[in-house]
């Protein structure tokens, strides 16, 4: 798929989309490289330095699995929640691992250099092929280079569920 890049540095819905598909596919790559014994870490590193805008300004992040510690607010907490590592509850959610996970949007606000987007998207477990469904939120905005950067992540269990 080409992205599609709008003039003045507005976001255009294809580019959400393809945020949310190349995010999917890098919290599946990360529980694949874990089973299969490859630098998992360096990975969810990568994953979190070029998807989140951690080093472009504050990123509000409100992982789905997490009550003590419940927002990550800087790069080396957003990590641990995916791989584990400075905070204790952390069990490494992309190590699980996952086999796919699928976006399904309610709506798209785009409002120039942000969009704002909320919806369910569910999560295969690769080993037992159980799909579990969780509510999110993702906010985006671009960076100096163009790039699509999440700046705000909340992800939670429906009432009453969680696996």
């Not at 540095?9 to 598909?21: D, K, M, P, T």
């Not at 529980?31 to 979190?48: H, I, N, S």
């Not at 993702?138 to 790039?147: L, P, Q, S």
């Amino acid at each position: 798929m080409e992205r599609v890049l709008a003039k003045n540095n507005s976001i255009v819905e294809e580019e959400v989309l393809e945020a949310q598909r190349i995010w999917a596919d890098a919290i599946v790559a990360i529980g694949q490289a874990y089973t299969q014994k490859e630098d998992y870490r360096a990975l969810a590193e990568e994953v979190v330095d070029t998807l989140y805008g951690y080093g472009n300004g504050l990123v509000l992040f409100k992982p789905s699995m997490a009550s003590e510690r419940q927002f990550r607010s800087t790069r080396e907490e957003a990590i641990s929640y995916f791989v584990t590592g400075n905070v204790p509850e952390d069990h490494g959610f992309a190590v699980r691992p996952w086999s796919k996970i699928r976006f399904e949007n309610v709506g798209i606000i785009i409002n120039g250099g942000s969009a704002t987007v909320m919806g369910n998207y569910f999560f295969t477990d690769a080993n037992t092929e159980k799909v579990a469904k969780v509510e999110y939120t993702f906010g985006y905005f671009k960076d100096e280079h163009g790039k699509l950067r999440i700046n705000l992540h909340h992800s939670s269990f429906p009432y009453g569920t969680m696996p």
